[in-house]
C-alpha cells in the first residue's frame, strides 16, 4: 500500500466567507474523486482549524502501489479537481510512501 499525502495553503481572500467557500469546495470536489477512481483505494480530506498553523488543507489518500497512485494522478477527474486548487494555491508540499 502507498500513502499519498499533501498539504494545501491557500492565497489570501477578501473574506473568511469566500475563504471557506473555496476550501468546502476543494474537500467536496476531492472526496467526490473516492467514488469515481477505482484506484483510491481511501481519502481523508481535512480543513486545518488552527489558524497558527501555516497549511489550509490535508489530503492523505491510499493505493495499492506505486502505479495505482500514479494511474490517480492523471485521472481526468482528479486533474479537474488540481486545476481548481492551482487557482487559489500558494503552496503545496506532499509526501508519498510505503505501509
Known sequence: MVKHVVLF??????????????????????????????????????????????FDIALTTTHDDMAGLEAYAVHPNHVAVGKIIREVLEQRSCVDYVI
Open 9 to 54: 495553503k491557500l492565497k489570501e481572500f477578501a473574506s473568511e466567507e469566500e475563504r471557506m467557500r473555496k476550501l468546502n469546495q476543494i474537500k467536496l470536489g476531492l472526496l467526490n474523486l473516492k467514488s469515481i477512481i477505482e484506484e483510491l483505494k481511501s481519502i481523508e480530506v481535512g480543513i486545518n482549524q488552527n489558524p497558527k498553523e501555516q
